[in-house]
C-alpha cells in the first residue's frame, strides 16, 4: 500500500473493507470459531487436570513406599550407631527386622525401633536379634510401643545382670506384673 493515502482514502478503504466482511458473514464464522476454540479449550483443560489427578493417584503409593523404605532407613542406621555394629552384622539385623516386620503386627521400622532401644542400652547386635522378639510379645500384651517396651525390659534385664538370653523369662514377669496390678509397663519401669 502506498505511504501518501490521506485520509479520507484510509477512511474509504476501512468502509470498503466493513462493508466486504459484513456481507459476506466472516463476522458469524469469526464468532463460531471463537467459540469452538472456547469449548475446545475447556475440554483440553478438564482433560490435563482428569490426567493430573490419575498421575497423583499414581504416584501416591510410591511416595509411600519411599516414606516407609525412608523410615526403616533412618531407624537401621540408628541402630548401627549406637551399636557401632559391623557391617555384616548390621546386615543381620536388617534380615531380622525385615522377617519380624513380614510376619507380626509390628513392622520392619518398628522392630528396627525396638532394636535401637536394645542397642542403646548396651546390647551387642547378637543379643538383639535373641531378645527382639521376645520384647515383640511383651509390647501388646502390656498395650506399649515395641520401642518403649524394649528400654524397659532392657533396663530390667541389665539391672539383674541377666544374659539376653533370659529375656522371655524378663518379659513374662513384667507383662505378669503390669497385667495383674494398677500398674502400667512404663510405671514397673
Not at 555384616?88 to 525385615?98: I, R, S
Not at 510376619?103 to 525396638?114: E, F, I, L
Not at 531378645?131 to 511383651?138: G, H, R
Amino acid at each position: 500500500m502506498p505511504q501518501n493515502i490521506g485520509y479520507s482514502d484510509k477512511y474509504a478503504a476501512f468502509s470498503f473493507l466493513k462493508m466486504v466482511v459484513e456481507e459476506s458473514g466472516v463476522e458469524e464464522k469469526l464468532e463460531e470459531v471463537k467459540d469452538k476454540l472456547k469449548t475446545f479449550s475447556r475440554t483440553y483443560f478438564q482433560i490435563g487436570q482428569n490426567w493430573q489427578s490419575i498421575g497423583e493417584r499414581l504416584a501416591a503409593p510410591f511416595q509411600a513406599a519411599a516414606k516407609v523404605f525412608a523410615d526403616f532407613d533412618d531407624q537401621m542406621r540408628r541402630v548401627a550407631a549406637v551399636t557401632g555394629s559391623s557391617t555384616a552384622n548390621l546386615q543381620k539385623m536388617t534380615d531380622v527386622a525385615k522377617q519380624l516386620g513380614a510376619s507380626t503386627r509390628y513392622s520392619a521400622s518398628q522392630v528396627a525401633g525396638g532394636m535401637g532401644a536394645l542397642g542403646m542400652m548396651g546390647f551387642s547386635s547378637k543379643e538383639i536379634n535373641e531378645a527382639i522378639s521376645k520384647v515383640m510379645d511383651l509390647a501388646p500384651v502390656t498395650g506399649t510401643e515395641l520401642a518403649e517396651a524394649a528400654s524397659i525390659a532392657a533396663n530390667q534385664l541389665r539391672v539383674f545382670r541377666m544374659d539376653a538370653s533370659q529375656m522371655v523369662n524378663v518379659a513374662d514377669i513384667l507383662a505378669a506384673t503390669a497385667n495383674g496390678s494398677a500398674q502400667t509397663l512404663a510405671d514397673l519401669g
